[in-house]
């Protein structure tokens, strides 16, 4: 668990550097999906190279991580913009004007509520699930064993998700390397619900739609009771959503703004859609 904690502070501590860095001008919102886009896109290529080398170890990866984030941690030193605040508070986020709306107060404690009883549910039972349990699992212990990315046939012979787009499995093998076991990673998708919720909210403030309205456009779309079922289950439905989400939201980005690093963004948000799986 320790050294879960620390890759993990590690990833998100160069990711936060890179997006203070190269997207400091933008607000908090913006800055904060860049965040988590490049972590996740850390996450891939990192695995995606020791697994090519079939030196897929966890001593590799942490390694790697540490790297990283020394590189970030130089190049942020060059020219960092100090007088931008990197603040990444609620309030930032969406609106303190919005957050003293009782209803809207109200809706966001009945999300999180739900949330953190469906988080301590999944931490406590086993997993279940088809596509969890025959390869968004399986591939991730046969990439442990043998050390590269190689897929196993799945069970009764199915070939077919021997050549699925593996993202979403790359994310649980993250998850699973440190403690060997998927206590971790029976939770891979809820980070992909508040992303897939602030990019919603970030889509509509995009278009023009006011504060509050944007705010219950994500939250019905949140309540949805089969995106809600996902919380139980360690598939990759909401992380397909939530990048497809932010591609969206990098892209009107680039159309009302036009600059050259929204490009960067929104390539890498569909990127890791096309290969996020099913």
Known sequence: MPIA?????????????????????????YRLLALVTLAYAQIVFIQLFWGVLGKLYLSNIALSVLIILFICYF???????SSVKMSLM???????????????ILCLSILLGFGLVKLSI???NSPFGWDSLNYHFTFPVEWIKQANLKNPITINDDLAPSYYPINGSLIYLWLI?????????????IPFFIISFLALYGICRRIGIVREYSFYAAGLFTITPNYLKQMEIA?????????????????LSLYYQGKARHVVLSAIGLGMLIEIGR
């Open 5 to 29: 904690f620390l890759m993990n502070m590690a990833l998100m501590a160069s990711s936060s550097l890179l997006a203070g860095r190269y997207f400091a001008s933008e607000g908090p919102r």
């Open 75 to 81: 190049l942020s030193r060059q020219g960092y913009p």
């Open 90 to 104: 609620p309030d930032n986020l969406i609106s303190g004007e919005l957050l003293s709306n009782r209803v809207a």
């Open 122 to 124: 999944n931490l406590v």
């Open 177 to 189: 390397l440190p403690l060997k076991n998927v206590f971790l990673a029976d939770l891979g998708q």
């Open 235 to 251: 598939y990759v439905d909401v992380m397909v959503c939530a990048w497809f989400l932010m591609s969206l939201y990098f892209i």
